[in-house]
């Protein structure tokens, strides 16, 4: 079943480690339970051919009740500290990914209140809560365009887009 299709605008390659992705998988996994939204930032680096991910910041690091609501929800003290993580790691973000219950859609909440405002800022929906083993042709990929407007992939996009590797290089 295929959600929606590939928008205008090239997304920016997102690798990621194979074991990176399987430990970032089973904590969402984890802090959702199977009943409630999980999600965490992805730091790493941006590079000509895409970014890095070399570190995942789970929401409840910067904010303990972030899934207190049937939805995240992050104050801005939240992202001051999330600012100072990367600096302190010289790193930045390079996507966030959060959970949903049934499908990787987005929904409308997600659309108008990005975690990152930033054109070309990557945010990834797993669904299930993370049950199972999610791949990246499972998940909904989402760019940022500016303006709540946003470029969407799924299914095999997807898979072409996120690329879980061995050693978290893009080649």
Same mark, same amino acid.
């Given at each position: 079943?295929?959600?929606?299709?590939?928008?205008?605008?090239?997304?920016?390659?997102?690798?990621?480690?194979?074991?990176?992705?399987?430990?970032?998988?089973?904590?969402?996994?984890?802090?959702?339970?199977g009943?409630?939204? $999980?999600? !965490?930032? #992805?730091?790493?680096?941006?590079? +000509? &051919? %895409?970014?890095? =991910?070399?570190?995942?910041?789970?929401y409840?690091?910067?904010?303990?009740?972030?899934?207190?609501?049937?939805?995240?929800?992050?104050?801005?003290? $939240?992202? !001051?500290? #999330?600012?100072?993580?990367?600096? +302190? &790691? %010289?790193?930045? =973000?390079?996507?966030?990914?959060?959970?949903?219950?049934?499908?990787p859609?987005?929904?409308?909440?997600?659309?108008?209140?990005?975690?990152?405002?930033?054109?070309?800022?990557?945010?990834?929906?797993?669904?299930?809560?993370?049950?199972?083993?999610?791949?990246?042709?499972?998940?909904?990929?989402?760019?940022?365009?500016?303006?709540?407007?946003?470029?969407?992939?799924?299914?095999?996009?997807?898979?072409?887009?996120?690329?879980?590797?061995?050693?978290?290089?893009?080649?």
């Open positions: 079943m295929i959600f929606f299709k590939a928008a205008t605008t090239p997304a920016p390659l997102l690798d990621m480690p194979a074991t990176l992705w399987s430990e970032l998988m089973a904590h969402l996994r984890a802090q959702g339970a009943v409630r939204e $999980s999600g !965490a930032f #992805l730091l790493g680096h941006k590079t +000509d &051919a %895409g970014r890095v =991910v070399a570190r995942f910041l789970p409840e690091q910067l904010q303990a009740d972030s899934f207190n609501h049937d939805y995240v929800s992050l104050k801005a003290d $939240s992202f !001051a500290r #999330l600012w100072e993580v990367c600096r +302190d &790691a %010289g790193m930045t =973000v390079v996507a966030d990914v959060h959970t949903h219950p049934l499908d859609g987005q929904s409308r909440s997600d659309r108008t209140n990005p975690m990152v405002a930033l054109k070309g800022h990557i945010a990834l929906i797993v669904p299930r809560f993370a049950k199972g083993s999610p791949r990246p042709h499972d998940l909904g990929f989402y760019v940022y365009q500016g303006n709540h407007q946003w470029a969407s992939y799924s299914g095999s996009d997807v898979g072409l887009l996120l690329r879980l590797s061995d050693a978290g290089v893009i080649q």
